[in-house]
């Protein structure tokens, strides 16, 4: 995707397949900074302090990780207590055990010598099959765009919280694809950009990646979807998932319940993206069994941003010996779901469509 007129994605591996590289998201949209992964302990902090996220991107990286602790040592015994260590760095979205479970019941069969290069290429495929998933969801969500389009026959105000483009992913996103896909099908957009306390993904990244990508957007606080959803000023929300349970339970970043009401309370559609590898078919109440990360209450403490110097810098913004409390996932019950944008289709946030998802 596009950065100054420039392709990027988040995450690759250098010809010389040494050489993982991400992104490191902590410093956009100020900077720039591509870091190279080099033990398990760099791939483990960048899920946890979140230089990499977004829960496609998670799986990846975790992925990749993997195979960093395979070129460190092919062991199992090293392997398995990689893979555990990975799985702690963030509890919800469940790409991150999707990912690892997936490479950890394939190499149990796998000789020695060979291990590292099949986890290499799953790794790879792991990557690649992200991608396909989120073009496939711009795809399907493009036809539910241009429905509106062909009704509306003018602008589209679309309203997406946080960040589910292609930084959250490899390339594309998954809220973002459509819109992506619609901009370059010439129809007219104009996305409403929700803040996303305490992080901002919404203000740094979201807003970066459409504004490189030349696509219209206004930034609004997070308490104001609510106002505008009242004014006619949206015509459907995109969201993407952490984790969305067999029933349709949608998992994602903290807010996105507030919005889903507000939605279903002035009869605006509230579609999630969901790709399967978000799915997780061994839950069935959101509420109840998804664990929801706590951070580090700082975050809600402080803000970061550029100063009149150039330099990114943080202040403190709540009085002193303050508490904070900072969750930073919530749960959106299936039926405030219009619909799931998978990359197989279109379906139904209920039981039944989303175990058909498995005979696709
Ligand atoms: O805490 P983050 O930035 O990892 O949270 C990201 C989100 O909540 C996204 O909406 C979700 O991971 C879907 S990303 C395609």
Request: charge should be negative.
């Amino acid at each position: 995707m596009l950065v100054n007129g420039s392709n990027f994605t988040t995450i690759w591996i250098e010809s010389d397949n040494q050489k993982v590289k991400i992104i490191d998201q902590r410093l956009l949209p100020h900077e720039l900074k591509v870091v190279t992964l080099n033990t398990v302990n760099d791939v483990e902090f960048a899920i946890r302090e979140m230089q990499v996220r977004g829960a496609p991107l998670i799986g990846v990286a975790a992925a990749f990780g993997m195979y960093i602790a395979a070129l460190e040592d092919p062991s199992l015994d090293h392997l398995s207590k990689s893979a555990d260590f990975l799985l702690k760095s963030r509890p919800t979205a469940v790409n991150l055990s999707w990912a690892i479970n997936k490479i950890n019941l394939e190499i149990k069969d796998i000789n020695k010598e060979d291990r590292t290069n099949h986890i290499l290429n799953m790794a790879k495929k792991i990557r690649q099959d992200e991608i396909e998933a989120c073009s496939n969801i711009g795809d399907y969500g493009l036809e539910l765009i241009k429905k509106i389009y062909d009704k509306k026959k003018s602008k589209i105000n679309i309203l997406t919280h946080c960040n589910a483009g292609w930084l959250a992913a490899v390339e594309w996103g998954t809220a973002l694809a459509p819109i992506f896909k619609a901009n370059n099908n010439n129809i007219p957009i104009h996305v409403w950009v929700d803040e996303t306390r305490p992080r901002n993904q919404g203000f740094n990244l979201t807003a970066w990646e459409l504004i490189n990508e030349n696509i219209d957007c206004s930034l609004v606080v997070d308490n104001v979807g609510g106002h505008l959803m009242q004014h006619n000023l949206v015509d459907m929300c995109i969201v993407g998932t952490d984790r969305t349970t067999l029933t349709g339970d949608v998992c994602n970043k903290i807010g996105t319940y507030l919005k889903a009401l507000a939605a279903a309370d002035n009869n605006i559609p509230f579609y999630v993206a969901a790709p399967t590898s978000s799915i997780d078919f061994n839950v069935r109440n959101g509420i109840s069994d998804i664990p929801i990360e706590e951070r580090d209450p700082k975050e809600v403490s402080q803000v970061t941003g550029i100063d009149e110097n150039k330099k990114i810098s943080t202040l403190k913004i709540v009085p002193q010996n303050s508490k904070s409390v900072n969750y930073a996932f919530d749960v959106t019950p299936s039926k405030y779901i219009s619909k799931l944008i998978t990359e197989k289709g279109v379906i139904d946030a209920n039981e039944k469509s989303i175990k058909g998802l498995k005979e696709i």
